[in-house]
């Protein structure tokens, strides 16, 4: 099935095979005459970049490049990206590439005009507020993962490379104006980065759908997009060419955007501070703590996990759904724990500490303390 749709929520999104080739078009939407295209060192070798640098070449727009991103992106790499795009005199951004690209993209148009450092808008209350929001530049997003959906987010995940420390950098006017969810980008990933953003997919949903926040739009999301995760990802996993199934991680990947309004949990709170300290992958991470998180929240979300399974077609409530999610991960080649990832739990007080002060711990099921987090990290051990 060729699927091709047009939506306008929470932003216009264009999702279909070959659509890539209307970038030009989504860039002169928002006015943009001298965009940047902001990528990952890595896929700014490679071919789709080359492609889509083309199709705004041939609309004169020029083929600009920023690509000193790290994987898990920096202040630095924000600060030399805000000055090739001043020294350029672009007038707004492509962010090109996965969670780290698009991120980074998005925090670049957003900082281009501010004044204040980048860290006083971290997504604390109503510090978003301290922004200029008259100075921040078009953002056109196009994906080349499935997973993190920052292509429909209004935050951006910047790691502080001398603290380690990851922060959530947050304005509504973040959101891309325009997004191209073309799958027949997402066909080259490395099938460990396929499985990796495909559970931090499976993580949004989750976790969103069992934070305690009352917020049934997002959990309604949250639900379908388990169950695309569910039936698209072992497809994609297995046959990466299968458009019909990229497609549709296309679109679980931004629902689970969508859907963690609601909240995040403690999957995310363990996990950004293992990525910040051992520069792991978000979602392969994520996919590792699962299982425990499960166990350490059943209490809470036994009901709600057997309504969920129920929706999936997974037989034995909370039992089932901690099963599936057991041979899902073992069907994607997710290590088993922490240790098979190779980390040593020498610095555990050390990522204990920082997973409590992880924005995402407030969307916990349970209640997070010192102690039974240090507990829990234990375990993913
Ligand atoms: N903004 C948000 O809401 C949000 C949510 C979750 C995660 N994140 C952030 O996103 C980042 C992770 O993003 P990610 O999982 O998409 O990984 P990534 O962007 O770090 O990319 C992983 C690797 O895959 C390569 N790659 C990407 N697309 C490819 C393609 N089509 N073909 C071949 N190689 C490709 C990249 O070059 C890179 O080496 C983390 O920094 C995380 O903190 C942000
Ligand atoms: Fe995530």
């Not at 921040?136 to 502080?160: D, H, K, M, Q, Y």
């Not at 969103?208 to 695309?228: D, K, Q, V």
């Not at 996990?271 to 590792?288: E, F, L, R, W």
């Not at 007080?349 to 987090?373: F, K, R, W």
Request: glycine letters at 10%; hydrophobic letters at 45%; aromatic letters at 8%.
């Amino acid at each position: 099935m060729n699927i091709v749709a047009n939506w306008s929520y929470p932003t216009a999104i264009k999702l279909g095979r070959g659509r890539i080739k209307e970038l030009a078009d989504a860039c002169k939407a928002l006015g943009l005459k001298k965009p940047l295209l902001v990528t990952d060192r890595g896929l700014a070798s490679m071919a789709i970049t080359a492609h889509a640098l083309d199709v705004l070449d041939e609309a004169g727009l020029g083929r600009a490049v920023f690509s000193e991103v790290d994987p898990n992106p920096n202040e630095k790499n924000l600060e030399a990206g805000i000055k090739a795009y001043k020294d350029g005199g672009h007038d707004g951004v492509v962010a090109f590439g996965g969670g780290s690209g698009l991120d980074l993209g998005k925090l670049i148009a957003f900082m281009v005009g501010q004044t204040r450092p980048v860290w006083d808008f971290e997504d604390i209350g109503d510090w978003w507020t301290r922004a200029d929001a008259s100075k921040i530049a078009p953002i056109v997003a196009v994906p080349t993962t499935a997973g993190t959906g920052s292509e429909v987010g209004r935050a951006g995940v910047l790691t502080n490379s001398a603290t380690h420390v990851k922060k959530i950098i947050f304005h509504p006017r973040m959101l891309p104006g325009v997004v191209i969810c073309d799958p027949e980008l997402t066909v080259g990933m490395p099938r460990v980065i396929t499985a990796g953003t495909g559970m931090d997919a499976f993580a949004h949903c989750l976790e969103a759908y069992c934070s305690p926040f009352y917020h049934p739009m997002s959990a309604g999301i949250a639900l379908e997009g388990m169950r695309l995760v569910k039936e698209f990802l072992p497809r994609a996993y297995k046959d990466g060419s299968d458009i019909e199934a990229r497609t549709n991680m296309m679109s679980a990947a931004a629902m689970g955007a969508v859907a963690f309004q609601k909240g995040l949990g403690a999957i995310h709170s363990l996990s950004h501070p293992i990525g910040a300290i051992y520069n792991t992958h978000h979602g392969m991470t994520n996919a590792v703590v699962m299982p425990p998180v499960l166990r350490f929240n059943r209490t809470a979300i036994e009901e709600k996990i057997a309504r969920a399974a129920a929706y999936l077609g997974i037989s034995g409530g909370f039992d089932g759904f901690y099963d599936y999610v057991l041979s899902l991960r073992s069907d994607l080649g997710v290590p088993e724990n922490l240790t098979a990832m190779g980390i040593a739990p020498d610095r555990v007080d050390e990522l204990t500490a920082m997973a409590i002060e992880d924005p995402s711990c407030g969307g916990n099921p349970v209640p997070m303390t010192l102690e039974n987090t240090k507990a829990l990290f234990l375990e993913c051990f």
